[in-house]
T-cell receptor, first 113, second 114 residues
């Protein structure tokens, strides 16, 4: 079945460091891909998405490119801030339809001043 | 515009007790979802409702029932709670249409079953 694999955390960085969180997927068909972010004590918020191969999603300085050849959707940011500390989830739309999402396990990011 | 709201925020149950988690959305979305979040496992779909009047099982439906009361409200019921149901529960809703819809999440209910 469809699945998402993310790099394990926690990821600990200093402010202004470069961030990469790896995400790879297995899916039938052509899923849409998402990054969601969960700040402490809150629900999930959509960070960015891409709907087809070679699309780049971007938001708040974060970027991810839909790579069909490597089945990847890695999240990057050039200069992280303390306020980026959160849990990041990679997800895809299941081939089962009805916009059902399959999530990765999540990667916790901690940014220190 | 409150988005997706959930009640209660926290709940502690004893094994065998029952309870209903409430979810409501004010975005006129057709589809609604219940997920559970467990450490190291991401979010897993329990049940979903593609539209008012329909419900379907997700990945982990055992021990749960749902009701799509109307377009706005989608409740999740635990008939006989078990410690394995200790988790954080999230409700979500999405816009009608294509497979690229964004899901909007509520703040979650943290449930502990003793």
């Amino acid at each position: 079945g469809d699945s998402v694999t993310q790099m394990e955390g926690p990821v600990t960085l200093s402010e202004e460091a470069f961030l990469t969180i790896n995400c790879t997927y297995t899916a039938t068909g052509y899923p849409s891909l998402f990054w969601y972010v969960q700040y402490p004590g809150e629900g999930l918020q959509l960070l960015l998405k891409a709907t087809k191969a070679d699309d780049k999603g971007s938001n708040k300085g974060f970027e991810a490119t839909y790579r069909k050849e490597t089945t990847s959707f890695h999240l990057e940011k050039g200069s992280v801030q303390v306020s980026d500390s959160a849990v990041y989830f990679c997800a895809l739309t299941s081939s089962g339809g009805y916009n059902k999402l399959i999530f990765g396990a999540g990667t916790r990011l901690a940014v220190h001043p | 515009n409150a988005g997706v709201t959930q009640t209660p925020k926290f709940q502690v149950l004893k094994t065998g007790q029952s309870m209903t988690l409430q979810c409501a959305q004010d975005m006129n979305h057709n589809s609604m979802y219940w997920y559970r979040q467990d450490p190291g496992m991401g979010l897993r779909l329990i049940y979903y409702s593609a539209s008012e009047g329909t419900t379907d099982k997700g990945e982990v439906p055992n021990g749960y029932n749902v009701s799509r009361l109307n377009k706005r409200e989608f409740s999740l019921r635990l008939e006989s709670a078990a410690p394995s149901q200790t988790s954080v529960y999230f409700c979500a809703s999405s816009t009608p249409g294509t497979n690229t819809d964004t899901q909007y999440f509520g703040p979650g209910t943290r449930l502990t079953v003793l």
